[in-house]
């Protein structure tokens, strides 16, 4: 028998999820549309009707823990709890439901703090105790580990620094406030910026004839990477907003390493290059040059459900 | 024979220490002048010797381990580490050199982490996995327990709250930047912003005839006390910039109470409520009511040697 466990990606249209083994391989996976479920139950016995089937697939696996990436999860509870983006209404008792299907221990978090646990299980953080992941998404999500502990806080809720407030009074946010770090350092944040600079530049550029509307953070690193004055300024606008929320964070954790992940981590050295300059110039004197700003190492494509699966691993081994 | 350990505190002017037993009950304690003691071998020499003497006074005493609170104390290494107010330059090992002397347990870190370790293990937190911990004094200096951890982070200086960058670009700062939390929120700070409304505002006020030098955060509370407008105006803003790295260190760790400490601190009701009203005001919606703003539960007077007791007490409990 070989052990494995279920990594499963709760978003608000798509659920992925897979059977992953000790070493991060992903056996087999599949998905169902999140959207076709407005029930709770019938999600559940949706999705573990799945599982068993890939589980069926292979006599010689043995499921021994589920491991569950949702928004608005609760990690103490193993709920979700208000989510804007998900048809369930309320505080969801996820993993007691779960649990009653399938008798493994099931664990549940946000995504951010799945992506931070598959960097340390799985990724480019198996050695450090101290290090935050930042998920570059539409929003900015963040997973922290202190000491080799995902942080959780007192309410479960621990490590939002998407909702750092970077610029009082600055960009409205989908939180009810204003100037939070996702707005500026984003894949949504950057199209933010760009539509910023049109305003502010008098420059020549091809982003002046996309609609804002259509305008994504992939176009905005495609134009930078010609040159594009107009991107080339957002993106070091966005670099130094950034580096500002992450040197507020080195002060306040000393970690080993800030690993960027998502779609606006895609943009590379153009992002990282900037990033590492101005964290250099912001961060206090005595942690200059302790930390390291790096590309994930988990594969962007499997991330989400390798995530999960490091949840439950995590908990499994320990 | 009764278990005490030694608490010390070492100052950049006066070192303070004391037996200290489980309960946090100081049995004696005595003090000496750190500046008298340039070479740091006549300094640990002295204050064996000092802690010895306290030990004969009373034949019962077993001295099981040693806690020290000390500026710029690298908890991971036992050293002092370029501290800038103290005589002894470089890396000083005095964990080792005092272990050398005296053969317990020895454990350091900066006063502010001692602090938080004081309200964990005698004060305030007693109950609590999760809080941070503020002294307000010169500068701010802070101590961070996360599921009842100190946070000492990769380098072992994680916690410089005071050098969260609160306004890009404003007040310089001692560390070599500028706008961070420490240089508006301490007393030293509450000093400069008083300094500051005296040019914006026009009203009367008896801060006007003392000498910028001769400004305290004590004169300034007792002014506000008396309803003198530019001290309650400078308290408001003191409270709203503190309230704002508040509510951006909530987002990060979501604590469950917040202790304010020292001389600013002792300013009460005037600098707590308003302090609440903006944290509630600025905090991201879904921590919102979850975090308690506190005074330490430590009298003052002996917290500096009680929080250093609690470090060596914890290491020694668990």
Not at 125 to 130: I, L, R, S, T, V
Not at 144 to 158: L, Q, R, S
Not at 183 to 208: F, K, N
Not at 209 to 234: C, G, H, M, Y
Request: glycine residues 12%; contains cysteine.
């Amino acid at each position: 028998m070989k052990d494995v466990v279920a990594g499963i990606d709760i978003g608000g249209t798509n659920t992925v999820f897979g059977l992953v083994d000790k070493s991060g391989n992903i056996i087999s996976e599949n998905s169902l549309k999140t959207t076709d479920y407005p029930e709770i139950q019938n999600f559940v016995s949706a999705l573990v009707t799945a599982i068993n089937k890939l589980m069926e697939g292979d006599a010689a696996l043995k499921l021994i823990g589920i491991g569950i990436g949702a928004p608005n999860a609760n990690y103490h509870k193993g709920t979700i709890e208000l989510a804007p983006n998900l048809a369930w209404k309320g505080i969801v008792p996820l993993a007691e439901y779960i649990r009653k299907k399938i008798d493994v221990p099931v664990t549940l978090t946000n995504d951010a703090n799945a992506a931070a646990m598959g960097e340390m299980i799985f990724g480019g953080a198996k050695k450090m105790k101290d290090f935050i992941v930042l998920t570059l998404g539409t929003g900015l999500g963040s997973g922290i580990v202190i000491n080799g502990e995902v942080v959780y806080g007192h309410t479960g809720f621990a490590g939002e620094l998407g909702h750092t407030t970077v610029v009082p009074g600055g960009r409205d946010c989908g939180c009810g406030r204003q100037g939070c770090l996702e707005t500026y350092a984003s894949a949504s944040g950057l199209v933010r910026t760009v539509l910023q600079m049109l305003s502010d530049m008098r420059e020549e550029s091809p982003l002046r004839d996309i609609p804002p509307s259509a305008l994504t953070a992939r176009k905005i690193s495609e134009a930078a990477a010609q040159n594009d004055p107009v991107a080339l300024e957002a993106m070091d606008y966005t670099a130094e907003i950034l580096a500002f929320g992450i040197a507020n964070s080195i002060v306040f954790s000393s970690p080993e390493a800030i690993f960027l992940f998502g779609g606006l981590a895609q943009a590379g050295e153009m992002l990282f290059g900037p990033v590492r300059k101005y964290v250099d110039e912001n961060v206090q004197p005595i942690f200059k040059g302790t930390v390291k700003i790096l590309p994930s190492g988990v594969p962007e494509s499997n991330a989400a459900v390798l995530g999960a699966a490091a949840l439950a691993w995590n908990g499994l081994i320990r």
